[in-house]
Nanobody, 120 residues
Framework: QVQLVESGGGLVQAGGSLRLSCAASGRTLSTYAMGWFRQGSGKEREFVASIRWPGGSTTYSESVKGRFTLSRDSAKSTSVYLRMNNLQPEDTAVYYC????????????WGQGTQVTVTS
């Protein structure tokens, strides 16, 4: 089984920055992609960013492109980091890390989530 643990959420003023981390443990060798999603209060969960193995290519939602950067330590590591700059109140949400294994069509493992609150 793969377990995901997020960290790094918190309270920040608009224009500030945060760095979220997600550490995957367990049987991670078959990882195809790791992604971040978020869910604001009263809103549906939405895609934020993803990074794929082994090449490390990334994809971002239009709402965060240019402000957020998703990275990893190396192709052998399944720890990923979401650097969030110029945060805005609309970025307030619970952020979830997720993992998609090779051969799967969706993200099958999710972390417990970490709260990000941006004040104006």
């Amino acid at each position: 089984q793969v377990q995901l643990v997020e960290s790094g959420g918190g309270l920040v003023q608009a224009g500030g920055s945060l760095r979220l981390s997600c550490a995957a443990s367990g049987r991670t060798l078959s990882t195809y992609a790791m992604g971040w999603f978020r869910q604001g209060s009263g809103k549906e969960r939405e895609f934020v960013a993803s990074i794929r193995w082994p090449g490390g290519s990334t994809t971002y939602s239009e709402s965060v492109k240019g402000r957020f950067t998703l990275s990893r330590d190396s192709a052998k590591s399944t720890s990923v980091y979401l650097r969030m700059n110029n945060l805005q109140p609309e970025d307030t949400a619970v952020y979830y890390c997720a993992r998609q294994r090779i051969g799967a069509s969706t993200y099958g493992r999710w972390g417990q989530g970490t709260q990000v609150t941006v004040t104006s």
